[in-house]
């Protein structure tokens, strides 16, 4: 053996003797070595650390081991917010020398991260300002000790378990990490590899930062890469790069930061796997290019670029599709280009235009200006003026060729629109849930004209409506139109009140599809045509059945050359009543309806067909539906006729028809004494028609009559 060998070999048989000795005895003392750790996390982040056990081992090589480790919450509020089962790390041997702990390969299993806002709305998780040296726990290094310093150089997470619960903003969640390592703490550059799960979902986010754990003054650079599975399948991927940059030390300045953030989806709804309370709708092809430059919650948008592909936004608008959607600006002095694709009732819509400049969105303007023109093949709506959260305020004006929103509702033929709208808060009129919140929150004024006007098979010419919503007050006042030969006006007006709003409406008169009438009123489809309205009602309250119970007013109801159910008419005269069957035609129906208590009281109440006439009063209770109904039909015969009173009661959905009394108490059949040849139909419609004008009923026509046994047998007479 060499000389020069030899007295290397002792060389380093005396700094084993010496160093390693001090090597041994520093971290065999896991007691020591607790107390720094513990003071060096209060110093950092004025938390309390606890760690249950405490290993440390020379050989083979040096490593500790801790147990049951958990840092407490901000001030020691809360639940912990971190709690690890057990944690393994080597140290480095060199380091120790120069007082230094340095953590390489630190492996964390299972650790259980929990982080949330107190209900005061204090953030748990908050890490606490650096006190620096001069602060000093009790079970910090004593007086006249060496300072130690410590470092972390590589961190890994297995199958950790992460949630959040903010009590104030009502949200939570949580996921589950099944690997997360970061390399290079101690470095220039941070290397990021982490693994998840949520539900169905599987995220990857791998990139690198700069140093986390020595940051200072200068900026930290980022660059993160997102991929999204769901069921195994690739769902969308985001990106993330440029620099954190430090407040300087200025209070109140915040974060800098200059970021490109930008990522893609297939298909928006599958974020519902990762966001289980988002409830996103059906969306394709969803992508988003955004470069940021700000500091604290004041971003800087420097760039925007949006797109969609079909979105489903039925559940805001229905009968409403998204086909595409595309929001541009290239710089902050841009305007933000929008770009509307989709379909409205089965009609196609385009919107395009510009909302302010992207400058404005940045400085989080109270109000941005709108100019927004809505096309339909020829035709069009330009929309103008400021729209904001809070205050908005447009001119609208446009024409539009074909308006047919839904098949239960009317389609407007070239309708005009020129009004113009207010709204001190846009916001509140955004989620107003009915009526009255709607009017509360918007202010205007307005003509809207429809050339025609079709509703299940009814139709209308020249429509004209003049709208004014005011401080909660709406007025259509009025509403004109040509329908069925004749003049039809109408009035609506709603007034806000402490005990709910108060309606009013006048119908002066109105023809409105019969079946659409028996829909509102939940009724069964037994009467066709078409029924004229007259009169005027009120009520007030806030739901159905205040309103119901303080309606006052009366309406005259009638119909000409319509047509009524066998069922109807048994169910009102008894089952036996002869051949009927199917529908029959009706030349004219009225009713004269005064309400009041929760009640309608009808006189007269006609109809007459080539068959059957029918007079009658009496009244409907509308909350139970019971009824109380005094009719006397008459059922022709040729020139003969048969005629009976019978009294119906039980309620609208079950009537019980039964054999009435006349003025002297007797029970019977009337034969003969009316050969059918007097028209009752004008006296009736005059009527119920308060003096106004409207279609006449047909000519009668001849018919053959019935044996006179087979009535009176069907009338149950005789057996």
Known sequence: MGLKRKIGLLAGAAVLLVGGGSIVSATQDADWLRTRLVYAVQIKTGRSLHIGALHVWILPYPWVEARDVTLSGAGGLGEDVLAIGQVRARLSLLPLFSHKVIFRSVSIVQPRVRLHNLPDGAAAQAVAQDQGDDTQPASGPTQGQLHWNFGLSDCTLTQADISWDDQQAHRAGALKLSQARLTGLDGAMTDWNVEGEKGHGHFVLTGQTGPLLSMGEAPLPLALRLALKVDGRDAGMAHLDGALSPSGGQEGAGLGYRLTLGGSLAQLADLNVFFPHADLPAGQNVSVDLALDGKGDQPGIQRLHARIGALDIGRWLQGASLTSLSVDANSPADPVALHLVGQVGGQPVSIAGSAGVLGGWSARPQELPVDLSLEQGAAHLHVSGVAGVGHSALDMQGELEDLSPDAALPALQGVRVNAHVDSPDTLRLLVARDAEQVLAAVSGVGDVSARSLTWQGT?????????????????????????????????????????????????????????????????????????????????????????????????????????????????????????????????????????????????????????????????????????????????????????????????????????????????????????????????????????????????????????????????????
């Open 459 to 719: 139709g209308w010419s020249g429509v004209v409506a003049h709208v004014v919503a005011q401080a909660g007050q709406f007025s259509l006042a009025p509403l004109t139109a040509q329908g069925s030969g004749i003049a039809q006006a109408a009035r609506v007006d709603i007034t806000p009140a402490a005990d709910g709003p108060h309606f009013a409406v006048q119908l002066n008169p109105v023809m409105l599809p019969l079946s659409a009438v028996q829909t509102w009123l939940g009724l069964p489809q037994d009467m066709r045509g078409n029924l004229l309205l007259v009169g005027s009602v009120s009520a007030q309250g806030r739901d159905t059945a205040t309103r119901r119970q303080t309606l006052v007013g009366h309406i005259g109801a009638s119909v000409v050359d319509g047509g009524v159910s066998a069922t109807l008419i048994k169910a009102l005269l008894g089952p036996q009543t002869p051949r009927l069957n199917g529908w029959m035609p009706v030349r004219c129906f009225g009713a004269h309806m005064q309400f009041g208590d929760d009640v309608a009281h009808i006189n007269p109440l006609g109809l007459q067909s080539d068959f059957v006439q029918l007079d009658g009063n009496g009244s409907v209770a509308m909350g139970s539906g019971a009824l109380d109904l005094h009719l006397s039909p008459r059922i022709q015969l040729g020139a003969a006729s048969a005629a009976s009173r019978i009294r119906v009661g039980g309620t609208v959905s079950a009537p019980l028809p039964a054999l009435d009394t006349d003025a002297g108490g007797r029970y019977g059949v009337t034969i003969g004494g009316d050969d059918g040849s007097a028209d009752s139909c004008p006296a009736l419609l005059s009527a119920v028609r308060e003096g106004v004008a409207g279609p006449a009923a047909p000519p009668k026509k001849s018919g053959k009559g019935e044996k006179i046994m087979n009535l009176l047998q069907g009338l149950g007479l005789f057996r």
